[in-house]
């Protein structure tokens, strides 16, 4: 399987796609109006706290305040800290006007604040570093035991030679050598050293210490031996990517590439296309089938039709087939459009168990790839498919969209004949309330349409019940719904 990274840089936005055997399987938008908050560290001061929520909301210095629940707050336990299970009394542990540091562990979504926790961690290429948790961890996608004890016994050794603080070996530190990860304990802990110096002069409601920009996360979070190359289309992006290539991944080096060419660099992949597609609730299966995705404030629905697809055999084998095609093409489209929370899949119904065993390993087998975390459940009594995917930023459709101010996210909006009824009945209202010469009407195009051809008679038998004469006025910027009936 080849895989790519193509990072597009303008100077208001950066872009980046993951690409498997010439397909776009994720994308990846920063703004700078529009940063993402994840990893930020804020100094903030609790302004409210909400003992019916066992939370508090935190000004952190953005336009909304931020919640943080009782769950997310460091409690000390004989003389050490940890989040712990058993949840003290939010009252208990902040009160309104208190200073407290925190970080962003999800970015505001929709009308919601940022979630904050008060357990800092902060990432490097093979570790995470908790300053609180002497504890060791490793990744569960490290499955060799030969190598999670290599990993945790040298892990331990370098922590004799530190004070406080545990470690986290994310699943880039598979195979890393000793001298890697101890100069990631090195780098993280003069890291926090200076963090922790800061924060004590800090304002509250200001930032303490930023995350790194989108494409310098990438070459952390996500180059690795199966990524075959890096192409960065801006050359200062590019040499900056080298740097950190140099300081922390020297092997990794090799896989960078400045992309001087003419051509914009996502058409090499026909990228900007797919990511119309996936903005689109329709999505077009091979085999004719297609997929319908909408998102909602509570959970994003998945229908799976056949469409087109009649299928060669029986019924049942064209259900099932469709089906498979829906699952593969759904887990691309979860990681595509970044889409997170609960997510309800209506596959078609399937009368035969093995194969809605084979629908589900499909599924299931197709988001190992993902890098957000997924739980699925069976398939339910009405043949629905529950599963969640772990939300931590907005998705592609919130990034990129916003809300049509015609229809305000209803999505559809009322008829002409809706509109033309409505406006009959409020001619009556006024006729009898003013007690006008005559009544004019302002409507939209379709609407005066509806009004002088179809509806024309009714028209004259509403003059001919109120005894006014009614005239009509195209107005060019009004909606189909919008209209003003004005006495005259």
Same mark, same amino acid.
């Given at each position: 399987?080849?895989?790519?990274?193509?990072?597009?840089?303008?100077?208001?936005?950066?872009?980046?796609?993951?690409v498997?055997?010439?397909?776009?399987?994720?994308?990846?938008?920063?703004r700078?109006?529009?940063r993402?908050l994840?990893?930020n560290?804020?100094?903030?001061?609790?302004?409210?706290?909400?003992p019916?929520?066992q939370?508090?909301?935190?000004?952190?210095?953005?336009?909304?305040a931020?919640?943080?629940?009782?769950?997310?707050?460091?409690?000390?336990?004989?003389g050490?800290?940890a989040?712990?299970?058993?949840?003290?009394?939010?009252?208990r542990?902040?009160?309104?006007?208190?200073?407290?540091?925190?970080q962003?562990?999800?970015?505001?979504?929709?009308?919601?604040?940022?979630?904050?926790?008060?357990?800092?961690?902060l990432?490097?290429?093979? %570790?995470?570093?908790?300053?609180?948790? $002497?504890?060791?961890?490793i990744?569960?996608?490290?499955?060799?035991?030969?190598?999670?004890?290599r990993?945790?016994?040298?892990?331990?050794?370098?922590?004799?030679e530190?004070?406080g603080?545990?470690?986290?070996?994310?699943?880039?530190?598979?195979?890393a050598t000793?001298?890697? %990860?101890? $100069?990631?304990?090195?780098?993280?802990?003069?890291?926090?050293?200076?963090?922790?110096?800061?924060?004590?002069?800090?304002?509250?409601?200001?930032?303490?210490? @930023?995350?790194?920009?989108?494409?310098?996360?990438?070459?952390?979070?996500?180059l690795?031996?199966?990524?075959?190359r890096v192409?960065?289309?801006?050359r200062?992006?590019?040499?900056?990517?080298?740097?950190?290539?140099?300081?922390f991944?020297?092997? *990794?080096?090799?896989? %960078?590439?400045?992309?001087?060419?003419?051509?914009p660099?996502?058409?090499?992949?026909?990228?900007?296309d797919e990511?119309?597609?996936?903005?689109?609730?329709?999505?077009?299966?091979?085999?004719?089938?297609?997929?319908?995705i909408?998102?909602?404030?509570?959970?994003?629905?998945c229908?799976?039709?056949?469409?087109?697809y009649? @299928?060669?055999?029986?019924?049942?084998?064209?259900?099932f087939?469709?089906n498979?095609?829906?699952?593969?093409?759904?887990?691309?489209?979860?990681?595509?459009?970044?889409?997170?929370g609960?997510?309800?899949?209506?596959?078609?119904?399937?009368?035969?168990e093995?194969?809605?065993?084979?629908v589900?390993?499909?599924?299931?087998?197709?988001?190992?790839?993902?890098?957000?975390?997924?739980?699925?459940?069976?398939?339910?009594?009405?043949?629905?498919?529950? *599963?969640?995917?772990?939300?931590?930023?907005?998705s592609?459709?919130h990034?990129?969209?916003?809300v049509?101010?015609?229809?305000?996210?209803?999505?559809?909006?009322k008829?002409?004949?809706?509109?033309?009824?409505?406006?009959?009945?409020?001619?009556?209202?006024?006729?009898?309330?003013?007690?006008?010469?005559?009544?004019?009407?302002?409507?939209?195009?379709?609407?005066?349409?509806?009004?002088?051809?179809?509806?024309?008679?009714?028209?004259?038998?509403?003059?001919?019940?109120?005894?006014?004469?009614?005239?009509?006025?195209v107005?060019?910027?009004?909606?189909?719904e919008?209209?003003?009936v004005v006495?005259?």
């Open positions: 399987m080849s895989e790519e990274i193509l990072i597009n840089v303008t100077p208001r936005e950066t872009r980046v796609a993951l498997e055997n010439g397909v776009l399987q994720e994308i990846f938008v920063e700078a109006r529009r993402g994840v990893g560290i804020y100094k903030g001061r609790v302004c409210r706290v909400l019916g929520m939370a508090a909301f935190v000004d952190i210095g953005l336009e909304r931020a919640f943080l629940h009782a769950s997310d707050i460091e409690q000390p336990i004989d050490d800290f989040a712990t299970k058993s949840v003290a009394d939010i009252t542990l902040l009160h309104e006007g208190d200073e407290i540091s925190v962003v562990i999800k970015d505001p979504l929709g009308t919601k604040g940022a979630r904050l926790t008060t357990q800092v961690t990432p490097s290429r093979h %570790l995470v570093f908790i300053p609180n948790v $002497a504890n060791v961890g990744s569960q996608k490290i499955d060799g035991e030969e190598e999670r004890v990993l945790r016994d040298l892990i331990q050794l370098f922590m004799t530190q004070e603080g545990g470690y986290i070996a994310r699943t880039a530190a598979e195979g000793a001298e890697a %990860l101890r $100069a990631d304990m090195l780098f993280l802990r003069k890291l926090w050293e200076s963090i922790r110096a800061t924060l004590p002069q800090a304002q509250a409601g200001s930032l303490v210490y @930023g995350d790194l920009p989108l494409t310098i996360r990438v070459m952390r979070d996500m690795d031996d199966g990524i075959e192409r960065i289309d801006s200062e992006s590019y040499q900056r990517a080298r740097e950190f290539c140099d300081r991944m020297p092997g *990794m080096k090799t896989q %960078l590439e400045y992309y001087p060419g003419e051509r660099i996502f058409d090499i992949y026909s990228i900007e990511i119309k597609k996936a903005l689109d609730r329709k999505v077009q299966l091979k085999s004719g089938g297609y997929l319908i909408d998102q909602t404030e509570a959970m994003t629905t229908d799976v039709n056949t469409g087109g009649v @299928g060669h055999r029986n019924l049942e084998e064209t259900i087939k469709t498979l095609e829906a699952a593969q093409t759904l887990a691309r489209q979860l990681r595509l459009r970044n889409l997170g609960i997510i309800i899949i209506d596959f078609i119904d399937m009368q035969d093995e194969h809605k065993r084979q589900l390993r499909t599924l299931e087998k197709c988001l190992e790839k993902d890098h957000s975390k997924t739980h699925i459940s069976e398939v339910s009594a009405l043949g629905l498919v529950e *599963m969640t995917r772990k939300r931590t930023s907005e592609l459709e990034v990129m969209c916003e049509c101010p015609t229809c305000n996210g209803r999505a559809s909006l008829t002409a004949e809706t509109t033309c009824y409505e406006i009959f009945r409020e001619i009556i209202r006024a006729a009898r309330q003013f007690d006008p010469q005559e009544l004019l009407v302002l409507a939209s195009q379709e609407v005066v349409d509806l009004f002088l051809d179809e509806e024309s008679a009714s028209l004259a038998e509403l003059e001919t019940f109120i005894g006014k004469p009614i005239r009509y006025q107005e060019m910027l009004y909606t189909q919008q209209y003003d006495p005259m």
